[in-house]
């Protein structure tokens, strides 16, 4: 997954703007205690980034 489809992903989700603002305040305990941004800049892949913000916000598996 390249980092594009991460953020389209985190948009369809995290609709009107909002994914932006939570990717910079959430703190993702399956990134390390990292938000997405934190995590993106440490070089983590962004499908494991993606199956943490999955989990977090308990999405359907159809979105994993």
Avoid: F
Avoid at 34 to 45: F, H, I, K, Q, Y
């Amino acid at each position: 997954m390249r980092e594009v489809e991460l953020w389209q992903r985190m948009d369809a989700v995290l609709p009107g703007g909002y994914a932006a603002s939570w990717a910079d305040q959430v703190v993702l305990e399956d990134l390390g205690s990292r938000t997405v941004r934190e995590a993106l800049s440490a070089g983590l892949p962004c499908k494991r980034i993606w199956r943490a913000v999955w989990a977090q916000l308990e999405l359907p598996d159809t979105l994993r």
